[in-house]
């Protein structure tokens, strides 16, 4: 699978030859944003800035940032696509929408061209996770207006794959489609993975690895990027792991994971340029291994909706810049989102983090936890909440709750108080899970 490439002129391509390509669309781009969409030629002329400032990876760095608020102020404003569309909506074939902190959904709208580029970028993203014509895959997850559901069965079919189309809340036909059509592929959230799994014990009496699954690729929430999950799920299926992540404003899967499995290599490498910032100042880092920071996105070949310098909330770090597969472009892991993040005594707190240590303690734990806030984060007077389940054959539970607390305390270096519930108390889910729950809300 190593030498195999969707396409070995641009996954292959350096650095140099890369940017020269990115400068000549990202020119022509900012040109067509400051003509056609009045967002961007009224946040580019308030920065003193005209399209041909703009036509280098260095005077990038001069946009200003285009945040998720503004895009629903935009929409709001000016329905229903917003002043940052740069065509009308009867130009569009599709209209998706996303969700964020508020709720309040946001449309993103796409042109045949745009879905072409999503097809191709998303399609580059799975081949690389080892999706080929050959393989038959269960799609549990919406086909709805998410992101994640249309265009990944376009991209899905495009490299010539089985699709079966299972969708949510449907493991009776999700075990079905793996019994009956001997499905090899499952994509689904991490949570979801988990869920099916006890399901398959639960309702079936059997194992999971009897089912046959040969891979499992995850994406949404950052579950196939914690160890602990990962070698659960790997686990339970007897089946390689492989994540993507995408973004709903921007493109389904950007990224996608080799079979080195140490991090999601970077796949949309002629429609979106890349940046990582310091979520707190704002600067530009390199993109080295090592470093940490928010994920920025540019698009540099929308027709629709075509964002600058987009804040996408995503903290990842990047785990390398080269890989024994062949793929010059770098690879990371999403740690969380930013606006996620908890501050306990100046110490930065991630949910993913403290879910991948009670997922190490399995089978004393299920693996399955909540963080209980009282209040408002991000900062949270000490001891951290949490809830965990303790595993079917605990019978110390004192001991798990010093154990836990203290592996929290050596790892996160933070004080915790931890509250053992029997195993399936907490929620399960489908799609996303929900790492946090916020008891504050719940007592208004």
């Not at 940032?65 to 940052?84: I, N, Y």
């Not at 592929?185 to 999971?208: D, Q, W």
């Not at 709903?248 to 340029?273: L, R, V, W």
């Not at 592996?407 to 929620?427: A, M, Y």
Request: proline share 7%.
């Amino acid at each position: 699978m190593g030498g195999e490439f969707r396409n070995r002129e641009i996954e292959t391509m350096t650095p140099a030859e890369l940017a020269r390509i990115q400068e000549e669309k990202l020119a022509r781009q900012v040109r067509y944003v400051y003509e056609r969409a009045p967002f961007y030629r009224k946040k580019l002329s308030e920065a003193g800035l005209r399209p041909e400032d703009v036509t280098t990876l260095g005077g990038l760095a001069r946009v200003p940032f285009t945040t998720k608020d503004e895009l629903r102020d935009s929409q709001l404003a000016d329905p229903p696509l917003g002043s940052h569309a740069a065509v009308p909506l009867a130009d569009a074939i599709r209209v998706h929408s996303s969700t964020g902190t508020t709720g309040r959904p946001s449309f993103v709208g796409i042109t045949r061209h745009d879905a072409s580029v999503w097809t191709d970028l998303t399609a580059r993203s799975l081949h690389a996770q080892g999706l080929r014509p050959q393989d038959i895959v269960l799609h549990a997850a919406g086909l709805t207006m998410f992101v994640g559901g249309l265009p990944v069965k376009d991209a899905i079919e495009h490299i010539g794959a089985t699709f079966v189309p299972i969708g949510t809340g449907a493991s009776e036909k999700a075990v079905m489609a793996l019994q009956v059509l001997k499905a090899n592929v499952l994509h689904c959230t991490p949570s979801y993975a988990i869920y099916l799994a006890e399901y398959v014990r639960a309702n079936y009496g059997l194992a999971p690895q009897e089912l046959g699954l040969e891979r499992i690729t995850v994406g949404a929430e950052p579950g196939g990027g914690i160890p602990a999950v990962r070698q659960r799920i790997q686990n339970e299926w007897g089946a390689r792991l492989t994540e993507g992540m995408g973004n709903a404003d921007m493109a389904p899967i950007i990224f996608g994971e080799c079979f080195e499995q140490g991090g999601m290599h970077f796949n949309a490498q002629e429609y979106i340029i890349p940046e990582i910032i310091d979520p707190e100042s704002g600067e530009r880092l390199a993109i080295e291994q090592g470093v940490s920071g928010e994920m920025v996105y540019t698009a540099i070949d929308r027709e629709c909706c075509p964002l600058l310098r987009f804040r996408t909330r995503d903290r990842v770090i990047v785990t390398a810049t080269e890989c024994s597969c062949g793929r010059t472009s770098f690879r990371i892991r999403c740690v969380g989102r930013t606006d996620d993040m908890l501050i306990v005594l100046g110490v930065n707190v991630f949910p993913s983090a403290v879910k991948d240590t009670i997922s190490s303690l399995v089978p004393e734990t299920t693996g399955e936890m909540q963080i209980v806030l009282d209040a408002p984060g991000p900062k949270v007077a000490p001891p951290l909440r949490i809830m965990a389940e303790y595993g079917n054959d605990v019978t110390d539970l004192p001991a798990l709750k010093t154990k836990i607390e203290g592996l929290i305390k050596d790892r996160l270096t933070i004080l915790s108080k931890v509250e053992l519930v029997p195993p399936e108390t907490l929620p399960r889910y489908d799609m996303k899970g929900q790492l946090v729950r916020k008891a504050y809300e719940e007592a208004r």
